[in-house]
């Protein structure tokens, strides 16, 4: 099976602007989660998808969105950039199994100048 | 809500010698616990997982963990380090009755010296 795919990887924007990340999850995987991931910060959880619906939520302000299509496949977006938004943005994707491991994609890595 | 703590963010090691990275966590209700692994410029790989039943837990690339219920530990052990196994390394919990996301903990650089 192909791993969980992200695209871009690399992506550089200006304050103020908007970016859409991509996410393939391995097929037959319904749950796709978002995390940043910063030196500060750590791994913080953005948000969870299930079957188009989100099912969890993290503590990111409004300008972060995500959503799920019908093939599961996910997207995030990121409005009004901000300089620290500038991190790596990962992907993982899970079978709907209790205690199922996250799969993660490599990330895209936004740099906000 | 959970949490999770690993208490050394760096761990240098000599090629060869054993190591253990510590992971303590903190729940309100029974979890499952996870070690990830993360190599530059990659996503992270799960090494081991403890769901259930017996407490010393067998993963990847000979690394094994022991889950320690009456002092909320999930350290991560391994006999004999190679230079491969520098990277960093994630402690994670998730709780066991619902689908709550997955909560990291702020990772321990491993480094290993030739």
């Known amino acids: 099976k192909a791993g969980v795919t992200q695209t871009p990887r690399y992506l550089i924007k200006t304050r103020g602007q908007q970016v859409t990340l991509s996410c393939s999850p391995i097929s037959g995987h319904r749950s796709v989660s978002w995390y940043q991931q910063t030196p500060g910060q750590g791994l913080q959880f953005l948000f969870e998808y299930f079957s188009e619906t989100q099912r969890n939520k993290g503590n990111f302000p409004g300008r972060f969105s995500g959503r799920q299509f019908s093939n599961s496949r996910s997207e995030m977006n990121v409005s009004t950039l901000e300089l620290g938004d500038s991190a790596l943005y990962l992907c993982?994707?899970?079978?709907?199994?209790?205690?199922?491991?996250?799969?993660f994609g490599n990330g895209t890595r936004l740099t906000v100048t | 809500a959970q949490s999770v703590t690993q208490l050394d963010s760096q761990v240098p090691v000599f090629e060869e010698a054993p190591v253990e990275l510590r992971c303590n966590y903190s729940?309100?209700?029974?979890?499952?616990l996870f070690w990830y692994v993360q190599y530059p410029n990659q996503g992270l790989q799960l090494l081991l997982k403890?769901?259930?039943?017996?407490?010393l837990v067998k993963g990847i690339n000979g690394f094994e963990a022991e889950f320690n219920k009456s002092q909320t530990s999930f350290h991560l052990r391994k006999p004999s380090v190679h230079i491969s196994d520098t990277a960093e390394y994630f402690c994670a919990v998730t709780m066991k009755t619902s689908y709550d996301k997955v909560i990291f903990g702020p990772g321990t650089s491993l480094s290993v010296i030739p």
């Open positions: 403890y769901l259930s039943g017996s407490t």
């Open positions: 729940s309100s209700v029974s979890v499952y």
């Open positions: 993982a994707s899970s079978d709907d199994r209790l205690g199922s491991p996250l799969h």
